[in-house]
């Protein structure tokens, strides 16, 4: 059981490239999330999905994009990176609308330069 | 607006002592889920401990427990006995009744031997 597995988990871009982040849970969770964590601030959701074919934006979703084929797959696309995408970006799952506790990846470092 | 509140950037403590760490937050909900999240230097978000609003026993799970204060929107965190590897990162976060985890700045806890 891998749990929550984001790849890669370092990354350089340069401006204006496009890219897609990796997060794949085998806990058959229902509710998936992507958060972005930048220095001095906590995290902050992006985008997050509710069930396959299932998604809605977050609290900073500009400059991202994301689908959920699948209940296991949950990829972020960066669609033309910019410097102010520099961040450590979060996946993030829980098994469903009664149950509370979020189970998180070990993170993508993605550096914009 | 919801929002949580950590006021103490870092704190210190002696190995073996007791140490709180504190969380506020400001939310209109009458339904939510509070959460202690620890950032050890690998990156890993860690779940430490989690609270219902609805239930009014404090929850601890070994060594750490939380004073749940809801008439005063308060959540603090302690740690007894505390241990070199509870030196980490420490994030209050809040669910207030949607998919959102809204997260505090960050506590940074050193422990002295």
Request: proline letters at 5%.
């Amino acid at each position: 059981n891998a749990g929550v597995t984001q790849t890669p988990k370092f990354q350089v871009l340069k401006t204006g490239q496009s890219m897609t982040l990796q997060c794949a849970q085998d806990m058959n969770h229902e509710y998936m999330s992507w958060y972005r964590q930048d220095p001095g601030m906590g995290l902050r959701l992006i985008h997050y999905s509710v069930g396959a074919g299932i998604t809605d934006q977050g609290e900073v979703p500009n400059g991202y994009n994301v689908s959920r084929s699948t209940t296991e797959d949950f990829p972020l696309r960066l669609l033309s990176a910019a410097p102010s995408q520099t961040s450590v970006y979060f996946c993030a799952s829980r098994p469903g609308p009664q149950t509370h506790g979020y189970t998180f990846g070990s993170g993508t470092r993605l550096t914009v330069v | 607006a919801q929002t949580v509140t950590q006021s103490q950037p870092e704190m210190s403590v002696q190995e073996a002592e007791t140490v709180t760490l504190s969380c506020t937050y400001d939310t209109s909900e009458s339904d939510y889920y509070l959460f202690w999240y620890k950032q050890p230097p690998s990156r890993q978000m860690i779940l430490v401990i989690r609270q219902e609003a609805y239930k009014q026993q404090n929850a601890t799970e070994n060594r750490f427990s939380v004073n749940f204060q809801k008439a005063a929107k308060s959540f603090s965190l302690k740690i007894s006995d505390s241990q070199l590897g509870d030196a980490a990162m420490y994030f209050c976060a809040s669910r207030f009744g949607n998919e959102k985890l809204t997260f505090g700045t960050g506590t940074r806890l050193t422990i002295i031997p």
